[in-house]
């Protein structure tokens, strides 16, 4: 029976023993150690979470360099676009530019000829006009070199202007 | 030497309901682990406790056993 | 190899006890008696038994400290080598020996490690008991509390050390004794002390949890060594388990809340008719927790370490040493149980207490 009975002396000493362990271990071991040992967690998660942001900003870093990447893209193509755009415009332009020089050109000369031509044909003219009248001075000169010559004109004159 | 038989079986007694309470608990525990798995770690608690609990009662056993053993 | 080697050590450990009861063995008059062995190795002693026989063995004699109106301080030595004598039983006239102390012990007397003062110079038996003799108050430094002090200095150097790393080091990984620990008390803070007290009330009872542990854990370690400085059955002693569930109860009373008394005294859901049937159920329940804890652990522990023992005892039952081929390994192997019960049984004890302070400072939550 003196199994299962309690001893009066070692409850005794177990109680003293447990309680002086209990304070002792809980004063200057177990705080401390509960103390590092949450502080160290907290760092450890910190770290975890600090990772964990640094990652996602390089996530958005990436995505942001990739859209920043398509954007240039895009822009270098609009360039090139725009480019050919002016150039073809300016192809386009320089072309009707060309045109319309050659046209002014081919008009200005058809001008030039026209009044050359005209200035040639007054030229002509007047040529003509002082050919005539050297000509019609001649046939006068001739026609009137006589009397007979002179008077036949005068009658015949007197008889254009009888008839009139 | 008649209590020390007598306690024996009384004993044995206790560890046969031990076993078979202990036993289907563990039992149970593995098929709960098996369809369950991510809740092994809530499951093997239970288990313990309620195996402690069992073993509590069948360990009275034993202690009569082992008082009669011991006169 | 290595684990030949392994082997080999457990082996001279199981062994060792072997050796010493061989030599017990030696003295032809008397039989060798198992049950007797047994129960004198789980009982507390007032000598530690190292080897030999009972009477020219090397023990070393504890001081017994008793108080009888004044203080005594002697060494048992007075009652183990006193006087060795055959007293009758007075009702069944059975002859029963007890030690009878010389120098200055003389006055008292020894009966199954128990003092008693003379009175007519002698003890008198009664159904194989102690009858009309006093009791002085026995505070001796016994097997069991030597075993005491010898578990408390080693939790002490091993769990200071872990704090003095800390201290030094600041909040790092631990390394040597502190990676060893380390994990335990993150174990018994979160599984245990968070999971089952909770509510964030849990921080206050976790050194006490861990006290616990550690305590009932590095005992039951120190008992399974069957050599000096272990082997005594401390926590497989109903006063030290009894001890230790008082102090779990105190705490589940001292940090109970207005819901657990309302639990007790007026069951949620419980017709009123039947409370005269539940109210002292519930009471009784506030006890046989403990009550539970202390049997538990005693169980275990003497059970294991009389397993143990009666398997060793097979070969000097039968007196022929081919029996230890049987023993021997099965001791080996239940020792290696052991090891696994003395952890279990150390978080079970802290897991348990946990439980039950965790329902008494439980908030209403229906």
Redesign the interface.
Known sequence: MDLVTPDLGLLFWTGLVFCLLLFVLTKFAWKPILKMVNEREQKISEALDLAEKTKAEMQAMQSENEALLKEARAQRDSMLKDAKNVSDKMIEEAKEKAKSEAQKIVNSAKDSINSEKLQAMNELKTHVAGLSLEIAEKIIRTELSTDDKQKALAEKMADDINMN | MIYGSIAAIGAGLAVVGAGIGIGQIGGKAVEGIARNPEASGKITTTMIIAAALVEGIALFGVVIGMLGAAK | MNSIRYFLIIFSFISFPLISFASGDKNPEKEFNV?EMI?HH???AHEWHLWGGELNGVSIYLPV?LYDNEVKVFSSENFYHGEHIVAADHKTHQPISYLKGKGEATGYGMF?E?IYKLEKNQLNFEDGHVHGNIQP??????K??TS??IG?II??IL??S??RF??SN????PKGIAKFI?PL??VI?D?IAK?NIGHGKHHKY???L??IF??IWFNNLLGLIPIFPGGANLTG????T???AL?TLILTLFSSNKNYWKHIFATPGVPVALMPIMIPIEIVGIFTKPF?LT??L???I??GH?IILALISIIFINKNIAWGALSVPMALFISCLEMLVAV?QA??FA??SA?FIGAAVEEAHH
């Not at chain 3, 108050?137 to 016994?142: E, H, K, Q, R």
């Open positions: 049950s129960m789980v009982k507390d400290i199954h128990k108050i026995d505070l001796s430094i016994t069991n509390v005491l002090f408390a939790i002490l769990i200071l872990m704090a800390y201290k600041g909040a790092v990984a380390e008390v993150v803070r599984d999971e976790v050194p006490y861990l006290t550690f305590f002693n109903i006063t030290i009894f001890f230790l102090c539970a049997i538990r005693f169980a275990n003497t059970g009389i279990l978080y079970l897991l348990l439980l």
